[in-house]
């Protein structure tokens, strides 16, 4: 099957992605719940299949003056249009030649299920490959410190995919531990969240894939989600304009990563009575428009994990695209300042004295004084 190896991996080439391929026992370490077989039982191959992220998605975010791109380009479309893509053009072509291809849905397999298995003899609902993993079974790279997938070429620039098929093709080799992840800990120091540990302040995720042990840092989900999606003051404008004051410490934080989804989400799709003071119904407006019209919202931009990390590995030529003019930071790195050196505004703390702080000389006198000014 060397000959279809090569026609998939050529395809994918095409189609601007990568593929690796591992043949199914490099999952017999896999849990229940993450395990191929438990998608297709008489699946013999997986195939993970990359697609890159333009490095220049990251510009605006670099240079604090635009977002958008990163979440439409690096998220929404390269998740929902672009990768999916390929893995469907891959999949038909396996099928075109009789060989059942499942395409599988890159879901968050570290969901606990609560729904009941459908008869007694099988797991229970959503099984979900954890693509990383499956990606280094795959030899198509390493998962960094920062739990963060690096691919030969593009470093930590992709999404990954995954197809899983019932012909035996040739697996393509294990990429050494430390070729990629070089434990520079850029990653852990750039951290605006605070989210990857520095070595030793915790135990490590440890796993086997054949006989390689690969491991990573274990990376505090509640901090990293936080701070993603845009309850850190330390990255986002939009988070001081809408809530000033709003002072959640997030490198202390230790709220998980399932209530760390349920106060982001929820504030950015959020509404209150507008008012003089916040005349925008939308608890943080900018968040409620990049849901709206971008369809995802991803607002650190990934600064330690990826960016850093990429500064690194281009820095160092220990990945195949490195040959940029440009830095990856732009200007520099910027941050944010505390919220406790910003004044806050509100009623209460003095914003509108004349109207609701001072004595008001007209009291009663309707019409005369009193503000017209209607509320957006
Ligand atoms: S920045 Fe990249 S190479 Fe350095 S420790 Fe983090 S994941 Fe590894």
Redesign the pocket.
């Known amino acids: 099957m060397k000959d279809l190896k090569e026609r998939l991996k050529q395809a994918a080439r095409e189609l601007g992605g990568d593929i690796g391929i591992a043949d199914i026992g490099r999952f017999k370490n896999a849990p229940e719940m993450m395990h191929p077989k438990n998608i297709f039982p008489e699946c013999k191959s997986v195939i993970t299949v990359a697609a890159p992220f333009p490095r220049g998605a990251y510009r605006g975010i670099s240079e604090g003056t635009h977002w958008a791109n990163y979440t439409f380009y690096s998220y929404n479309r390269l998740n929902t249009l672009f990768r999916p893509l390929i893995t469907y053009e891959l999949a038909c072509m396996l099928e075109d030649l009789g060989h059942e291809a499942v395409p599988v849905y890159p879901a968050v397999p570290e969901r606990q299920s609560c729904k009941p298995p459908v008869s007694p003899d099988r797991p229970a609902p959503d099984v979900n490959i954890n693509v990383r993993i499956a990606g280094v079974a795959c030899g198509l790279g390493e998962i ?3 739990k ?1 997938f ?1 691919h030969k070429k593009w470093g ?1 620039r992709v999404r990954l995919g995954t197809i899983l098929t019932d012909i035996e093709l040739e697996p393509d080799p294990i990429v050494k531990p430390g070729t ?9 120091k750039d951290c605006p969240g605070g989210a ?1 540990p520095m070595p030793g302040e915790r135990e490590p995720i440890r796993i086997k894939i054949d006989d390689v042990q690969i491991e990573w840092g274990d990376v505090h989900m509640g901090r990293c989600t936080l701070t993603h999606h845009g309850l850190n003051h330390e990255v986002s404008p939009f988070l001081k304009k809408a809530l000033p004051g709003f002072d959640l410490d997030v490198r202390k934080s230790n709220v998980s990563e399932e209530v760390a989804y349920r106060m982001t989400y929820t504030l950015a799709q959020g509404k209150w009575i507008p008012s003089e003071e916040l005349p925008s119904d939308s608890i943080v407006p900018y968040y409620k428009q990049m849901l709206d019209h971008v369809g995802y919202f991803a607002v650190c931009g990934a600064k330690g ?1 990826v960016r ?2 990429m500064e ?2 281009e820095k160092t030529r220990n990945i195949c695209q490195h040959k940029f003019k440009t830095p990856v930071f732009g200007k520099g790195k910027w941050r944010l300042k505390p919220p406790s050196e910003d004044s806050t505004g509100g009623i209460a703390e003095g914003k509108f004295p004349e109207k609701f702080n001072l004595p008001d000389t007209d009291a009663g006198t309707w019409g005369q004084g009193v503000s017209q000014r209607q509320c957006p």
């Open positions: 960094g410190w920062s963060v690096i930590p990629l992840c070089k434990r520079c800990m850029k990653c852990a990857i994990c850093s990390c690194y590995q």
